[in-house]
């Protein structure tokens, strides 16, 4: 199988097959092009052709993972390890601004709108048979995570489908009723970054029927209607050339997952210092509210012509009230994963190990959890007044997050005790969000 890459209508390279498996070509002319940007930062221009070890991983990466994987596989009727497979029939609208497979002369990219709620829910619904609506006459897209979501569009300020390679430019992230009030979570942790000064991409709240659902603008989109232009991205797992199951530093993969101190000096040597001091802000952020689940896919770099940057922040959870979540974060703050045992100590170490100044990371933790601990009210607040209100659990999240981020402030002024438990549970334990 070969399958050409396009961005912008513009052929940038060709994954063809051997017996090795997939490799990926870039095209000549793309990269003589003042315009040009690698697809990859694991496959600079500087080299024209990548083997299945670099290719193949960033191509996984670009599909789901779990249940909605393992759907897709079988409404398409594609083994599940047919990568190329699941790309061709998935690849017309995808993170960042790529697009894989060659388009249809009679096709013509556009939307098919969603004429009533009734029919959003149904779609809703049935989003856990029917992944990305695969199977649906000109629908063609993917986004990796193991949570149910849809790519959308906003029409006239109505919710439509991208059909024939048109470009979404939402995400449509349906309630989960095995973790109750996860839209209004989901949505506080968000705004509450946003008011934290963090860049986030912005969500509001929606129903249909009796569904609830986050709505979420891509950052890796620009403009509106039939000017809406795709940006090229990639996530942390794909830059440093790692498979979606290492996404967590431990798993049991074989491969072990990106570390903090990895992950700052991808950013340190592609970026600019006020990226590195966003991806402080981040991870503190992360420990502060207790998202266990802000792993390497969790992160993203933006890529384009002369500038690489971090990306908006995304997929921001707290899960510290819902069982069968572990408390182990996905990455290691020096030697410890769980967010209430993490003193000055490991702050320290840990910025030592990621080039970073020790006195400077503890202010940095005070001022940006005090304000969070100041704009958490008129956060809660906000999610209140949007369309899908507080839900069952909003007062729950809020005191969880405040007392969470009140013990990370305090502690991070603290020693701590040299035999304080790591407390660390087996790899499989570690179940995200959209596994629970």
């Known amino acids: 199988m070969t399958l050409p890459i396009y961005a912008y209508d513009r052929r940038v390279a060709v994954i063809d097959t051997d017996r090795d498996g997939p490799h990926l070509q870039y095209e000549d002319a793309w990269r003589q092009q003042n315009s040009?940007?690698?697809?990859?930062?694991?496959?600079?221009?500087?080299?024209p052709r990548y083997g299945p070890d670099v290719a193949v991983p960033w191509l996984m990466n670009l599909l789901p993972e779990g249940e909605p994987l393992r759907a897709m596989t079988r409404a398409l009727g594609v083994a599940r390890d047919d990568v190329l497979g699941l790309i061709a029939e998935t690849g017309r609208d995808l993170a960042g601004a790529l697009t894989i497979g060659a388009p249809r002369p009679a096709d013509k990219p556009g939307y098919r709108k969603i004429d009533t709620t009734?029919?959003?829910?149904?779609i809703i619904t049935e989003l856990p048979s029917k992944p990305f609506l695969v199977g649906d006459?000109?629908?063609s897209m993917s986004l990796a995570g193991a949570q149910e979501k849809l790519p959308v569009a906003l029409v006239d300020g109505s919710v439509a489908i991208p059909v024939n390679g048109a470009a979404s430019t939402h995400i449509l992230k349906p309630d989960n009723p095995r973790l109750v009030g996860s839209v209004q979570n989901e949505a506080l942790c968000m705004v509450l970054a946003q008011r934290c000064g963090l860049s986030v991409a912005p969500v509001t709240t929606g129903m249909a029927g009796e569904r609830s659902y986050l709505l979420v603008e891509r950052y890796d989109r620009t403009g509106a209607g039939e000017a809406v232009r795709r940006l090229h991205q990639e996530d942390f797992c794909q830059a440093l050339g790692r498979p979606p199951a290492a996404k967590y530093e431990h798993n049991?993969?074989?491969?072990?997952?990106?570390?903090?101190?990895?992950?700052?000096?991808?950013?340190?040597?592609?970026m600019t210092a006020r990226d590195i001091n966003g991806l402080l802000d981040a991870v503190i952020f992360n420990i502060a509210i207790g998202n266990v689940d802000s792993h390497a896919k969790n992160y993203s770099i933006l890529l384009g012509p002369g500038r690489i940057e971090l990306a908006p922040l995304y997929d921001l959870m707290s899960g510290l009230d819902w069982p069968n979540i572990t408390q182990n974060h996905a990455q290691d703050v020096d030697s410890q994963r769980r967010g209430r045992h993490i003193y000055g100590r490991h702050w320290r170490r840990m910025a030592q190990a990621c080039g970073l100044s020790k006195p400077g990371v503890i202010r940095r933790i005070d001022a940006l959890v005090g304000r969070l601990l100041a704009e958490l009210p008129a956060a809660v607040e906000h999610i209140t007044s949007l369309p899908a209100g507080p839900g069952q659990m909003l007062a729950i999240f809020s005191r969880s997050i405040g007392s969470r981020a009140?013990?990370?402030?305090?502690?991070?002024?603290?020693?701590?005790d040299d035999d304080e438990p790591i407390e660390a549970e087996p790899p499989e334990d570690h179940r995200t969000y959209g596994e629970a």
């Open 118 to 122: 009734g029919d959003l829910e149904r």
């Open 252 to 270: 049991r993969s074989g491969v072990r997952g990106p570390s903090l101190p990895e992950m700052f000096a991808l950013v340190r040597a592609h």
């Open 406 to 416: 009140g013990l990370v402030q305090a502690n991070a002024k603290l020693e701590g």
């Open 36 to 47: 040009c940007f690698p697809i990859s930062l694991s496959m600079p221009l500087t080299a």
């Open 137 to 139: 006459d000109g629908v």
